[in-house]
């Protein structure tokens, strides 16, 4: 199976930091690479698909790059709304994925 | 507007057997790929199982594999998780997620929680 790790597991930030997540896969998994956002008690929200398109709807401060192993979720600007839980996933595999999550809280 | 509603959460033994549902509305069930992504308590998300739009593929985690049975009915747009064998790691909330093709999991339902303890 595809492994995914990611980088940080937390970090601490304060509102209008940039903030970035790294997401790596143990083999090439091209640009199927998608990122979710998760609040306490919610279920996942689909932010960026195919590694860099953003979801219809989510915020334009959010953007995705990257393509076979490795890959980046940026917040240009963090909103106090974006505190919460994120998660890579890949889907080149019929087995799917995902990574451990990166928690971004309050400094 | 797409809706997944799950059903059939609650809380059973370890070795019992539960039967999870998934209620779809709002697009064209019988076109899409359905999933179960689980999520235990405080942890990250696993996904579960998978079923191709027409019952052709089913796709299993190893940590459910010969335990849990994903089927569908597309006339009753209807999603279905049959769980044998429960283990105490088995306890998690459970969503229901639509892909389609390699696509990422675009409509979550909101979980139901499963509980095996004695």
């Known amino acids: 199976d595809i492994q995914m790790t990611q980088s940080p597991s937390s970090l601490s930030a304060s509102v209008g930091d940039r903030v970035t997540i790294t997401c790596r896969a143990s083999q090439s998994i091209s640009s199927y690479l998608h990122w979710y956002q998760q609040k306490p008690g919610r279920a996942p929200n689909l932010l960026i698909y195919a590694a860099s398109t953003l979801q219809s709807g989510v915020p334009s401060r959010f953007s995705g790059s990257g393509s076979g192993t490795d890959f980046t979720l940026t917040i240009s600007s963090l909103q106090p709304e974006d505190f919460a839980t994120y998660y890579c996933?890949?889907?080149?595999?019929?087995?799917?994925?995902f990574g451990p999550g990166t928690k971004v809280d309050v400094k | 507007e797409v809706q997944l509603v799950e059903s059939g959460g609650g809380l059973v033994k370890p070795g019992g057997s539960l039967r999870l549902s998934c209620a779809a509305s709002g697009f064209t069930f019988s076109s899409y790929n359905m999933n179960w992504v689980r999520q235990a308590p405080g942890k990250g998300l696993e996904w579960v199982s998978s079923i191709s739009s027409s019952s052709s593929y089913m796709y299993y985690a190893d940590s459910v594999k010969g335990r849990f049975t994903i089927s569908r009915d597309n006339a009753q747009n209807s999603l279905y998780l049959q769980m044998n064998s429960l283990r105490a790691d088995d306890t998690a909330v459970y969503y229901c997620?639509?892909?389609?093709?390699?696509?990422?999991?675009?409509?979550w339902g909101q979980g139901t929680l499963v509980t095996v303890s004695s």
């Open positions: 996933q890949q889907s080149y595999s019929t087995v799917f994925t």
């Open positions: 997620a639509r892909t389609y093709d390699r696509k990422p999991f675009d409509y």
